[in-house]
């Protein structure tokens, strides 16, 4: 833990000096009054796109579909060219899962119902573990992709983030295995943008890692002004939110 601590903070002093640099760049184009230049994030060897659950079930025609979704597989496929390091996820629920409303007698899914680790969204049954719905979509081509990182596969707990399940102590392994590459700056794109989007990127920014979500590769399911909710407490966490133009 030291040593990765140290590991960390030098690696921290090092991505300040490139934050510096890009600085320079974003102070010549301040007269576009935007935050990037077009192109202005070159992705360097210690960033990682981190694709969030593209897989069937969230696609239409999937149990859980988001509106939408299927628009952003070009765009992530784009991304993933720019990337030499690339970690996906896939929801990976048991049969019977807790946060599924069948599990539950009488509750109709997108209610909602206080479980031992807080108030936990009902929904349809999906991602069900080796199902069809649950494969990473047939689109996606990121060959280089190096971690599919399984979540949600515990049956008494949620996990909508990558990191930490909604308990806020089942760890899924990913820090350990970011910071054990060097892998400090994480890019976030993919489903759904105001569940396991946000809440990975809020978690990132936890384990003090520098996060971008990359807003145009996202989509959301939004239950009641969830979008906006998400992007709040992502502003609030520092999570940066970018446009997938702004990468080189
Ligand atoms: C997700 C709801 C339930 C997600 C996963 O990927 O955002 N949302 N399970
Ligand atoms: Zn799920």
Known sequence: MKHGQTLLNRRRVLAGIGALGAASVVGAATKFSVAFARGAIGPGENAVLLVVDMQNCFLPGGTLPVKGGNEIIPIINELGKKFANIVMTQDWHTEHHTSFASSHPGKNPFE????????QVLWPDHCVQ??????????????HAQLIIRKGYHNEVDSYSTFVAADKKTKTGLTGYL????????YVCGLATDFCVSWSAVDARAAELTV????????????NGSVAAAWKSMAAAGVKRIQSTDIA
């Open 112 to 119: 909602t119902m206080e479980l031992s680790y807080g108030t």
């Open 130 to 143: 080796g199902s069809e719905d649950a494969m990473l979509a047939e689109g996606l081509d990121l060959p």
């Open 179 to 186: 910071l054990e590459r060097g892998l400090t700056e994480v």
């Open 212 to 223: 971008s979500v990359i807003e145009d590769a996202c989509r959301g399911i939004d239950l």
